[in-house]
């Protein structure tokens, strides 16, 4: 039987997840910090372990790692996302975004590789977004944090393949998760949370590099990459200024 570990599986795409993966017959360790909600996910799970874990604690997710492992598949889901407009910009709230999407992710990624190297075999993937594709108006910190996830991720793709352990890099666009029921705004091509994880779970099994949807999504955001500058910044400007004024 595979084994899977996955970070920030107490809710949305994690626990989704959780259940897809066990769905395919795979093993799975659940990390988060809501202790409460694991426990009641491993309980509807067969084949699962829920350990209380803090991803923004190096240690922590190493000692999660050390009682449950070795792992054929680690999921670097975690992540946390807070309007960031330039004129009302937090920088706890932006620590705390780095903190959790980008070391979260790199603490996981410490903790695993190692063995699969050795192994010859495995897999990482990091739940990164569509808003990493540019940098969109009154959310710079979570597009940045997202963006350095799928650099981070391209490059060790890279690094890892002779050694025989692939790396898989998942952007979705709008999920229903709580992290998205707070949004006040029309949430464009917004897709199930269940839909997600079974899109994710394939393309993880069939080893994709890039795991990217909805496609209408995808499509916009790869065309929006290729608009000049100065196009971007007149008709980004007045949507970021809605975020911010009543």
Known sequence: MQRAIITGASSGI??????????????????????????ELAKELPNATAIECDVTSNDSVHEAVRKSGPFDLAIANAGIGMPSHATKFVIADAEQMVRVNILGMMYLFDAVIPAMVERRSGRFAGVASIAGLRGLPATSVYSCTKAAMQAFLEAS??????????????????????????????????????????????GIESGKRVVEFPLPMSLLMRTVRLIPDAIFDLAGGPYGRRKVEP
Request: hydrophobic letters at 50%; zero cysteines.
């Open 157 to 202: 793709r890279v690094d890892l393949k002779p050694y025989g352990v692939g790396v898989t890099i998942v952007n979705p666009g709008f999920i229903e998760t709580p992290m998205t029921s707070k949004n006040r705004f029309r949430m464009p091509f917004l897709m199930k949370v269940e839909r997600a994880a079974a899109i994710i779970a394939d």
């Open 14 to 39: 994690g626990a989704a997840l959780a259940r897809e993966l066990t769905r395919r017959g795979w093993a799975v360790t659940l990390l988060a910090r809501r202790a409460d909600l694991l426990a």
